[in-house]
C-alpha cells in the first residue's frame, strides 16, 4: 500500500507491521523515523544494517522473535536496504509475527524492484516514497523555525541558507540549530553572521573513512557514512581511495611476513608514512592478511565496475561494500 509522507501522521503506526521507507531525501527520512517511529517505541527500538541480518539471518529472527516479559511492543529499524532483504520480508509475513513493527530505510528503488513493488501491493504494508525537498518546502520550514523562535530575518537571509543547505533537509536542520544557538543574545541575524555561521561542517575525509573500515572500526565506519551525503562522482572517489590504501596495505604485509619487525618495516616504507597514520595502519596490517588484502583488491575492482553500471543504487552499493568490509574476519 503506498502512502504520501503528509498521510504517516494520519495513521495508528503500530496497525501495521512492515514499513518501507525509500528514496534520496535521507534527512526526510531521518525525521520520520526519529519523530513519529522512536517516539512510538521509545523503550524497545533496535537497530540493524541490511547485511549484519542477511549474513546473521537466524540471529535475527531469534532478536525479532524473543519476547522480554518487560517488552510488550518492538520497533526494528533496518537501514541501507535493497532488493535482498525481499525474501527476509516474505519470511516475516509467512511467520505471521505480532506486536513488532519493522522499518525499512532504503534509498532510490526504481519501479521494478521487486521489493518495491511487494510493499506496493500488500494492504498491510506501506510503501512510502520521500522525494527530494524542492525550495518551496525548505523556505516553508525556514520561515516557520524563524517564526517559532521570533528571529528577526531578511528573505534574502532566507535564500542564502537554503542555498547553502543544498537541497538537503538534514543540512538545513543542523544549520538552523547553529542560528538558534547563536541567536540566543541577538534579536537579529544579518547575512554577515551567516556567512559566518553556515559554513557546513566539511565532511569526514575520504582517507579517514577507507581507514577506519580496513581497521575493522565497524561502528566508526557507520557513523562517518551516517554524517555524508555521497554524490555518484564521491563513490568513484572513495572506491578508488580504496583500492590505493589496500594495495599499499598488501605492499605492507608482504615485507611484514619477509622482515617480521612491523614497526621498522613502516618506518623504512617508501613513500614515508606520516606518524599519525602508523597506529592506524599497524591496527589494518593484524586484521588482514595477504591473501585477504588480495581478495579484497579484486572486489573492490568488481565493486567499482558494479557503481558504474548502476549509478542509482550506487551509494547503496558502496556502503553495503564498505560496512561487509568491517564485518568479515580475516583468516
Known amino acids: 500500500m503506498i502512502i504520501k509522507t503528509f498521510e504517516l501522521v494520519k495513521i495508528n503506526l503500530k496497525k501495521k507491521n512492515l514499513y518501507l521507507l525509500y528514496g534520496s531525501n535521507e534527512g526526510f527520512k531521518k525525521e520520520v523515523i526519529e519523530q513519529q517511529f522512536k517516539k512510538s517505541f521509545s523503550e524497545s527500538t533496535y537497530l540493524f544494517e ?23 511492543e518492538k520497533l526494528i529499524i533496518i537501514s541501507r536496504v535493497t532488493d535482498k532483504m525481499k525474501d527476509v520480508i516474505e519470511e516475516i509475513l509467512e511467520k505471521k509475527i505480532e506486536d513488532l513493527v519493522i522499518v525499512l530505510n532504503a534509498g532510490i528503488l526504481e ?12 494492504r498491510e504494508m506501506v510503501c512510502i516514497p520521500f522525494y527530494e525537498d524542492n525550495n518551496q518546502t525548505l523556505s516553508a520550514i525556514v520561515n516557520s523555525f524563524f517564526r517559532i523562535n521570533k528571529i528577526a530575518i531578511s528573505q534574502e537571509s532566507i535564500n542564502l541558507i537554503i542555498q547553502r543547505c543544498r537541497g538537503d533537509r538534514q543540512n538545513l536542520q543542523a544549520e538552523l540549530e547553529k542560528i538558534k544557538s547563536f541567536s540566543a543574545n541577538k534579536k537579529r541575524i544579518n547575512t554577515k553572521d551567516l556567512l559566518k555561521l553556515t559554513n557546513l561542517a566539511e565532511n569526514y575525509s575520504v582517507s579517514e573513512l577507507i581507514d577506519s573500515c580496513l581497521a575493522k572500526n565497524k561502528k566508526k565506519t557507520i557513523n562517518i557514512l551516517n554524517e555524508n551525503n555521497y554524490s555518484l562522482d564521491d563513490c568513484i572517489i572513495i572506491i578508488r581511495t580504496f583500492l590505493m590504501k589496500s594495495k599499499k596495505l598488501l605492499q605492507l604485509i ?16 617508501k613513500p614515508p608514512i606520516f606518524w599519525k597514520d602508523k597506529e592506524i595502519i599497524k591496527i589494518q596490517i593484524k586484521n588482514w592478511s595477504y591473501k585477504n588484502i588480495e581478495n579484497l583488491i579484486y572486489d573492490i575492482n568488481d565493486t567499482e565496475l558494479l557503481i558504474k553500471k548502476n549509478s542509482p543504487s550506487s551509494i547503496n552499493i558502496l556502503n553495503n561494500f564498505i560496512i561487509n568490509q568491517t564485518i568479515i574476519v580475516s583468516n
Open 111 to 122: 519501479k521494478k524492484s521487486k521489493l518495491r513493488a511487494l510493499f506496493e501491493k500488500e
Open 50 to 72: 541490511e547485511s549484519e541480518v542477511l549474513q546473521n539471518k537466524d540471529s535475527f529472527f531469534n532478536s525479532i522473535l524473543s519476547n522480554s516479559f518487560f517488552e510488550k
Open 254 to 269: 608482504k615485507k611484514i611476513e619477509n622482515e617480521k619487525n612491523i614497526d621498522q618495516v613502516i618506518s623504512n616504507f
